[in-house]
């Protein structure tokens, strides 16, 4: 059986190609003009994903984060309204054991009796406690019972408040970016709104102690003021570039400090001369105010919620 043999060459043109290396049987091989090779089929797809891409990108836009100081007056309020409850309840309890104790519950007579309790007739360098046969002199009052109780008070309801707002941070805190920021900011307001609310009526009826710490346990059920801090902060990072969020946490700073200070101050301008309702209404006026923008103004700067 007789074999061909072929010797390699360089391509040629079709039109011009060497009589001598084709038969009479070679036919040259039509081209299949209508068959897309790989490459044809890899470039048609990838434009087309990238129409595809451009089109859903033009229908539906970015849509921009919320302004940033949007959330201050949640965090001016919060604060504002804290600030003065140490104040305004240690003031209560005062005056509710020097009523018990049958001291004088003004202000000047508080000051008068204090300073009779601890003033000595000889300087004293070091703490003198007495036996306990020595009775206390005859024209001075014992007025430690008062700071006693009031210290004992004191205990109890940081204990009692501590542990709800505690557990309440932190399952909330570690949430915070699958729930949303506006659920850190309203239920702080929903517990002030409770805890105003139970102080007028603790304070009009004179209630006993037991009603103020399950008050005040009920109020850090719903978080503390931390929470609202906490969201805040947040708020801010979500909705600023790190060149603008150093600008925005000085100025977030400087007005919380401004409403930290001036209801202190004139609360306690104020408890000199008058007593508890006004303080309590005001701040649960403001507290409602608070709640009524928190769930209808306050957008949320968390997309997948």
């Known amino acids: 059986m007789s074999t061909r ?37 890899e470039t048609s797809t990838t434009r087309k994903l990238l129409d595809d891409r451009q089109n859903v990108g033009e229908t539906k836009p970015s849509v921009p984060p919320p302004r940033w100081w949007l959330v201050l007056p949640c965090l001016l309020l919060i604060t504002f309204v804290t600030a003065g409850d140490p104040l305004l309840l240690n003031d209560l309890v005062i005056r509710r054991y020097e009523r018990r104790y049958g001291f004088n519950a003004s202000p000047g007579g508080q000051r008068k009796v204090c300073q009779q309790s601890v003033t000595t007739p000889r300087p004293e360098y070091y703490w003198q406690f007495p036996p306990p046969y020595q009775e206390p002199s005859q024209g001075r009052p014992d007025y430690s019972v008062v700071q006693h109780d009031a ?18 941070s ?18 702080p307001f929903l517990g002030k709104v409770v805890w105003y609310s139970l102080m007028l009526i603790i304070v009009s009826r004179d209630l006993s102690d037991a009603w103020l710490l399950a008050a005040h346990a ?32 000085l100025l977030t700073e400087g007005i919380n400090f401004i409403a930290r200070v001036v209801p202190v101050l004139g609360l306690g301008i104020w408890l000199r001369f008058y007593l508890y309702t006004t ?23 968390v997309e997948s919620v």
């Open 5 to 41: 043999k072929y010797r390699l060459a360089m391509s040629i043109d079709s039109d011009k190609r060497d009589a001598s290396y084709q038969t009479t049987s070679s036919k040259p091989l039509p081209t299949l003009r209508w068959l897309p090779t790989l490459n044809n089929v």
């Open 151 to 168: 210290a004992s008070f004191h205990m109890k309801n940081s204990i009692v408040a501590l542990i709800p707002a505690l557990v309440t």
């Open 170 to 187: 932190v399952f909330l805190g570690s949430n915070c970016d699958i729930i949303g920021r506006r659920p850190l900011l309203v239920l």
């Open 218 to 249: 009920i109020e850090s059920l719903f978080g503390s003021s931390g929470l609202v801090m906490l969201s805040a902060f947040s708020y801010i990072t979500d909705c600023t570039d790190v060149s603008k969020r150093t600008r925005a946490f």
């Open 279 to 301: 303080p309590l209404s005001i701040f649960l006026g403001l507290s409602v105010i608070a709640l009524l923008y928190a769930l209808f103004v306050q957008p949320e700067s």
